[in-house]
């Protein structure tokens, strides 16, 4: 598949599981994002990763714990999450970091804390 | 930091209708604003953006214009059709930042 991946779809889990979330790149790109997408909020960008380096950490908690093994995949490893924290998870990569690079968004996870 | 509203929440038009939704921000040292679609069910698309050195900017059917003095912009739709129904983000570059702010979205419905 070509674009951006993410894996899985949806997600349910307990407020005491562990479990990542993964998205992947295939378009050569150099930047990475996850956003969290809630009801009638606006998209909330949570990380960035240029060249695998974490280059913003938007004051999220630290039950979200992400990683960028390389700039084709970016994992988000969640831990001990709350109920408020249910929402659609899209990753997004851009060619680079500049705000005019076009977003390429992944088709999200949703996901539901228990 | 950079804030960015945007409204109506919802809109509903009638087939060929235009439509029309504005967004303003705070940050005057934005100079970036993209517009991305998000169809039901699929992910947010980048439809069209505009710099700040430059007022309107047009592409088939939408167009996009910004006032900087008022710290606005605007996505206008003409001849609207059914497949233009869904969630509508504006966004700005948080000044010198290389981030977006996105806003809350805006759900356009088109009435066949």
């Known amino acids: 598949e070509t674009g951006v991946t993410q894996t899985p779809r949806h997600l349910v889990m307990g407020m005491t599981n562990k479990k990542s979330l993964k998205c992947e790149q295939h378009?050569?790109?150099?930047?990475m994002y996850w956003y969290k997408q809630s009801a009638k909020k606006p998209l909330e960008l949570m990380f960035v990763?240029?060249?695998?380096?974490?280059?913003e950490n938007n004051s999220v908690p630290s039950r979200f714990s992400p990683e960028c093994p390389n700039s084709s995949h970016l994992f988000l490893h969640l831990h001990t999450l709350q109920p408020e924290d249910s929402a659609l998870y899209l990753c997004?990569?851009?060619?680079?970091?500049?705000?005019?690079?076009?977003?390429?968004f992944g088709p999200g996870t949703r996901l539901t804390v228990l | 930091g950079e804030n960015v509203e945007q409204h109506p929440s919802t809109l509903s038009v009638q087939e060929g209708d235009s439509a029309v939704i504005k967004c303003t921000y705070s940050?005057?040292?934005?100079?970036?604003f993209p517009w991305y679609k998000q169809e039901l069910g699929k992910r947010p698309q980048l439809i069209i953006d505009?710099?700040?050195?430059?007022g309107e900017k047009k592409d088939q059917r939408i167009a996009v214009t910004l006032n900087k003095t008022a710290k606005h912009f605007s996505l206008h739709i003409t001849e609207t059709q059914p497949e233009d129904s869904a969630v509508y983000f504006c966004?700005?570059?948080?000044?010198?930042?290389?981030?977006?702010?996105f806003g809350k979205g805006m759900k356009l419905t088109v009435n066949p």
């Open positions: 997004a990569s851009s060619l680079g970091l500049a705000a005019y690079n076009e977003q390429f």
């Open positions: 378009l050569g790109h150099n930047a």
């Open positions: 990763y240029s060249l695998e380096e974490r280059v």
């Open positions: 940050d005057s040292a934005s100079n970036y």
């Open positions: 505009i710099r700040s050195n430059v």
């Open positions: 966004a700005a570059e948080k000044g010198g930042s290389e981030k977006l702010v």
